[in-house]
């Protein structure tokens, strides 16, 4: 069956980075899209961006330019984000979620990662 | 970020019917599909519909989508338990993936 499974949960200073990965299992890697989503805690929900897991091509959401990265390695089926410069409201549990086309709807999420910014 | 408008929250006893509105705008509800999604507390959100009516395999026809316009909305008929949750409403914007502010469903 489809799985996305993220790494564990961080706690990261202010000013550092934290980075994240999803692996995904029980199709092909590179046959969807992956988009990472955001949420504060008791907030809503918040796109960051899309990777082409073929091509590495990534399109950020600009709030996120210049400071999320997203980066995949076939070889593992597994897809990073890093966010640096962290701040403490980038406080929020992190998740990934596959796109079976482009700019579609979002047919499996990743059970999400924590990141904590805390002094 | 959120532009698309939901109620905060709606409230129904066991096998009623509960409608939630999302309401946006021609850059994205009026020209591109919505999709809804449940998350249930603590958990990961699920899609619910896709393409403004379509249910996913595995989701109860309980659940249905509607379009109109700039506004859209999520109908929850025969209110179960299990149905409490947040949901929200998504769109695309000129390659930008917009959500709703989320509806929190109280089954009383």
């Known amino acids: 069956q489809v799985q996305l499974v993220q790494s564990a949960a961080e706690v990261k200073k202010p000013g550092a980075s934290v980075k994240v990965s999803c692996k995904a299992s029980?199709?092909?890697?590179?046959?969807?899209?992956m988009h990472w989503v955001r949420q504060a805690l008791g907030q809503g929900l918040e796109w960051m961006g899309i990777?082409?897991?073929?091509?590495?091509?990534?399109t950020y959401a600009q709030n996120f330019q210049g400071r999320v990265t997203m980066t995949r390695d076939t070889s593992t089926s597994t897809v990073y984000m890093e966010v640096s410069s962290l701040r403490f409201e980038d406080t929020a549990v992190y998740y990934c979620a596959r796109d079976p086309a482009l700019y579609t709807w979002f047919d499996a999420w990743g059970q999400g990662t924590l990141v904590t910014v805390s002094s | 970020q959120s532009v698309l408008t939901q109620p905060p929250s709606a409230s129904g006893t066991p096998g009623q019917r509960v409608t939630i509105s999302c309401s946006g705008s021609s850059s994205n509800i009026g020209n591109n599909s919505v999709y809804w999604y449940q998350q249930l507390p603590g958990t990961a959100p699920k899609l619910l519909i896709y393409r403004n009516n379509q249910r996913p395999s595995g989701v109860p026809d309980r659940f249905s989508g509607s379009k109109s316009g700039t506004s859209a909305s999520l109908a929850i008929s025969g209110l179960r338990s299990e149905d409490e949750a947040d949901y929200y409403c998504a769109a695309w914007d000129d390659s930008l993936k917009v959500f709703g502010t989320g509806t929190k469903v109280t089954v009383l």
């Open positions: 990777i082409n897991p073929t091509s590495g091509i990534t």
């Open positions: 029980g199709y092909t890697f590179t046959s969807y899209y």
